[in-house]
Structures are given as C-alpha cells and as structure tokens.
C-alpha cells in the first residue's frame, strides 16, 4: 500500500484539527453543471470514456472555462436507468443577480453547443443542490459525500444531485446549492436534508457554509464573523457594501437592517497540512481572523 492509502482520510485530519471552514469556497460566478451518468474517473470529462469521449469532454470543459464558468458533471444518487440522459443546469451566482435555467439534450454532443448563459433551456426555481461524490477525485467525497446524498435524498429526491469535485476535500461532505452558490462543509456530520429546508426557509446555517462561491474569500469570512455576532442567519443578509485593504488588515463593511458595519479580518497561515487524501507534501492553508466589529463611518 501506498503512503496516501495508509494515511488517516484528509477529512478525519481536518475534524480533528478543527479547520475553520468561513471563507474557503471555491471561487464560481457562474455554473455549468452537465449530466454524466454513470462511473467517473479522477477527471469526470476528461477521464470517464465509457460516460463520455474525452476529446468531446476536453471541448466542454476548454468552452466553458473560456466563458469563465465552473463546470462540474451531475449524476442522480441510486441506482441509474439503463438509457442514460443528458440534462444540463447554468447558474448565475452573483448576488442580486441569481438565476438557474435548465434543459436537457439529446446526446453529449449537444453539451457543445449550449448557450452558456441558459437561454436554450427554462428558468428554475430550484434549488440545485449538489453535494460531491466523486470517489476517483477523493477517497473522503465518496464515503462521506453520498451518505450525504442519501440522506438528503429521502426527503428531496427531485432537489440533489451527486457531482463532481468541488474542492476542499477535506471538509467533505462538501455540497453546494444553486444559483446562489452557498458552499457547505462536513454535512455528513449534521442533518443534511435541514440544510436544505432552511435554505428553502430563506435561511442557513452557518456552522456549516464555507461561503459564498461569488464573494472574495475574505468577504466570505467577514459575513461569518457579523452572522456570529448579531445570529443573522437570512440567506440575502449583510451584503458586501466595502472592501479596503491595509497592511494584513481588510475592512469589510457590510449592510445591516440598522445600517452598515465595517468587519476587520486579519490573516494567518495554517501549520503545514495535507489538503487532500492524495497529497503527497505538506503546504501552510490561509485563515481568518476576527479583528473587530464597529458601525461603519
């Protein structure tokens, strides 16, 4: 056995440290989430041939990073249908702009010509929840990742999606819902289908989210803290009015119902750890830290 397969899961590490999770969602203003039923390889386009040709996937994947988009492969939770389909969702996740459109094609050929900002298809109400199961990528998505699954699937089958790597696997269960993009963590360790009625509330929980894919990291961090202090948990709360950087000092200033506050978040670095099950050398993470919370002047 290899020293990464002896190794204790990077997620078990993670819990045991106790990794703060605020501020560490993977970056996404907009979203191209592609059915790809069926076994996936460590790259779901690039590496899956009895899914999709690669060179078709290696198109896909290069059409829509040119775009600006993150793309990640779908997949239903259970047993699969013998006939495989090809349905498709574009998010946009900029706050005050959300959208989800969604649609189905006839054959991943069709993948190729979509138009990237959903027009092809029909708005969704959504939401779009997909949680990583991407056991090639990482040991911990699969076994944490489609407990998740299938437990939220219990209660919203329609809802949640299995998909591929999302990053930070080591806070898996990861899971992300569209359109907003709000990015959880270890939602295997809570009641994950909760997570979905809060949002589906307006609300959500902060113990879990990492933050908003569209919101610099340290925004993310700064909306954190304010949710600590004054237990704001609605999901439009404390928007981003401000951002100024001085020193190792960002001021964050965000909107309240009783008027904008201005966060000071500092940064440190992590001692040395391994980010993922297959890591072979360790590397020092960037946290955040809480300065202090004032009204804005």
Partial sequence: MTAAAKRVPCSN?????????????????????????GPWGHSAFLQSPTVIDPVLGRAIVRRAEMAGMR?????????????????????????????????????????????????????VTGPLVTVCAHGKHDQCCAVRGRGAVAAIAAHYPELVWECSHLGGDRFAATMLVLPEGLCYGRVDTTDAADLVRRYLDGRLVDSHLRGRTSLPHVVQAAQHFAREAFGDDR?????????????????????????????????????????????TAEGQVRTFVLEAIEPAR
């Avoid at 590490?13 to 970056?27: F, I």
């Avoid at 401000?242 to 965000?254: G, H, I, S, Y």
């Avoid at 008027?259 to 001692?271: F, I």
Wanted: hydrophobic share 40%.
């Fill in 71 to 123: 793309i990640a492969a779908i997949r239903r939770h259970g047993r699969r249908s013998e006939a495989p389909r090809w349905r498709w969702f574009v998010a946009q996740a900029r706050p005050g702009e959300e959208a989800l459109y969604g649609g189905e094609v006839d054959g991943p050929t069709g993948y190729l010509d979509l138009a990237l900002d959903g027009s092809d298809g029909v708005a």
């Fill in 235 to 279: 999901i439009d709360a404390l928007p981003p009015l401000r951002v100024e950087r001085d020193d190792a000092t960002t001021r964050v200033t965000l909107g309240t119902d009783a008027g904008s506050v201005e966060v000071k978040v500092g940064e440190q670095m992590s001692a040395p750890l391994l980010s993922q099950c297959s890591a």
């Fill in 13 to 37: 590490q993670s819990l045991a440290r106790n990794d703060p999770m605020y501020g560490t969602a993977s970056a996404g203003f907009s979203w191209l989430m592609l059915e790809l039923s």
